[in-house]
C-alpha cells in the first residue's frame, strides 16, 4: 500500500527546494500518514519546519517514533482534520491527494475513519477555500491530483513525473 498511500522518496528530493523558500518556512502536508514526506524532508532541510496533519491518531504515533528515533526536531505532527486547521501558520503546502481513499473500494489503509463521495468533495471544497485564503507567493505542491481543482489564481510552474507531481505559486 505504501505506493499508493505514501510519497515515494525521488519525488521528496523534487518537492523540498521548491517549498523550502527560505530558513525557517512552514511546510504542512495535507493527510501526512505515518509522516514519511515530513520525515525526509525535515532531513533534507533542516532549516525549514514540517508538520503533518493526519486523521488517524496511530499513524501520527508511528511518524512520532521515527521522528525521535532520527532525532529531527524539525518535524511536527498534528492528529486533526484539515477543516479544523488554521492555514494561515503555514507557508507552503503538499498534497498527495490523500481524499482520494474516500473514493476507492479497496486498498484503503483502514476503516479507523469514514470514508464517502460526500467526504471526497466536501474535503476538496474546505482545501480550494483555505488555499483561496493564502497570501501571495504560497506555493503548493500536489502528487496525483489530476482531478482537483486548484484555485485560479495559483498558477502551475512546473510538473514533473508525467505530470503527476505539479507545482503551484499564487500570485
Not at 111 to 126: E, P, R
Request: aromatic share 16%.
Amino acid at each position: 500500500m505504501a505506493n499508493r498511500h505514501w510519497t515515494p522518496l525521488h519525488i521528496i528530493q523534487m518537492v523540498t527546494p521548491f517549498l523550502v523558500t527560505h530558513p525557517g518556512v512552514k511546510v504542512l502536508d495535507i493527510g501526512s500518514g505515518v509522516g514519511k514526506f515530513c520525515l525526509a524532508g525535515a532531513y533534507y532541510k533542516p532549516y525549514a519546519s514540517f508538520f503533518g496533519v493526519e486523521q488517524r491518531e496511530h499513524l501520527i504515533t508511528h511518524g512520532e517514533n521515527a521522528r525521535n528515533k532520527l532525532g529531527l526536531k524539525n518535524v511536527h505532527f498534528i492528529h486533526g482534520n484539515i477543516t479544523e486547521l488554521d492555514f494561515g501558520q503555514y507557508d507552503h503546502f503538499y498534497f498527495f491527494n490523500s481524499f482520494y481513499e474516500n473514493l476507492m473500494d479497496r486498498d484503503k489503509i483502514d476503516d479507523k475513519v469514514k470514508h464517502s463521495t460526500f467526504l471526497y468533495n466536501y474535503y476538496h471544497k474546505q482545501l480550494y477555500k483555505k488555499l483561496s485564503a493564502m497570501p501571495s507567493g504560497t506555493r503548493a505542491a500536489t502528487f496525483h491530483c489530476l482531478n482537483i481543482k486548484i484555485p485560479p489564481e495559483y498558477h502551475l510552474v512546473d510538473s514533473q513525473a508525467g505530470d503527476l507531481l505539479q507545482f503551484w505559486i499564487k500570485l
